[in-house]
């Protein structure tokens, strides 16, 4: 898995798009509204943050884009690298996963442009499930959050196919904004297997071991 090609996430807004169309497929797993009140699993004490285990390469689609946005893949060493959680912060970040949901249209890359993997911002309002995240860091970067604690990060998804997430780091554990649903979930509640992510002490990105969501593991 250490050498898993993020090619795959070239298909991760296919299955997305239901025949019934449009917009709507976003919410195939959204559920209900988005709760905006802390949730009470976050006002205990800090949470589980997901511990790297050694140095990965990135796809070489976020090499491209790191060349077109330099600014986006840069390492602010004075940044924090975690978020202070309360009460008007949560309200932001779960507002952001919410309305970047609900203004992108979900499709491949090959539909969009005609490649396997490209990672850019869905400013036409199409993108797939890595643009659809950038676009969110760049809203709650642009709100004050640090860039540096909002970390791009490749998953395996409940069906077995690759998935990019954004990872906020915060001081009450690592939550996850995802096209896929409205709610922003711990990562140990999301039923993915993660496989590696932006780095927080570097531009480099970092292993995460392949490690599934504790409930996943005891489903099974």
């Known amino acids: 898995m250490r050498g898993i090609s993020l090619r795959i996430l070239a298909r991760c807004s296919r299955r997305l ?20 009140a ?18 990965a390469g990135p796809t070489p689609a976020w090499l491209a884009f790191c060349a077109q946005q330099p600014q986006e893949c840069t390492h602010n060493p004075s940044e924090p690298d975690t978020i202070v959680l309360d009460q008007a912060i949560w309200k932001t970040i779960v507002e ?25 911002y869905p400013d036409d309002g199409l993108g797939d499930c890595e643009d659809i995240q950038l676009l969110k860091r760049r809203r709650l970067t642009q709100i004050g959050l640090p860039q540096r604690a909002l970390r791009m990060t490749v998953v395996i998804d409940e069906i077995g196919a690759g998935h990019a997430v954004l990872m906020a780091r915060t001081d009450r554990g690592d939550y996850i904004l995802d096209n896929k649903r409205n709610a922003v979930l711990p990562w140990q ?6 496989v590696k992510r932006e780095g927080s002490d570097s531009a480099a990105w970092v292993w995460l071991g392949n490690q599934a969501a504790p409930t996943v593991t005891a489903a099974k």
């Open 189 to 194: 509640e999301t039923g993915y297997r993660y």
């Open 96 to 120: 952001v996963n919410e309305q970047v949901n609900r203004e992108i249209l979900p499709v491949t890359d090959q539909e969009h442009w005609g490649v396997a993997d490209r990672w850019d």
């Open 38 to 55: 802390l949730p009470q699993w976050a006002t205990r004490g800090s949470g589980d943050a997901l511990a790297s285990v050694g140095a």
């Open 17 to 36: 798009v239901a025949s019934a169309g449009g917009a709507a497929a976003l919410f195939v797993m959204a559920g209900a509204a988005p709760a905006l």
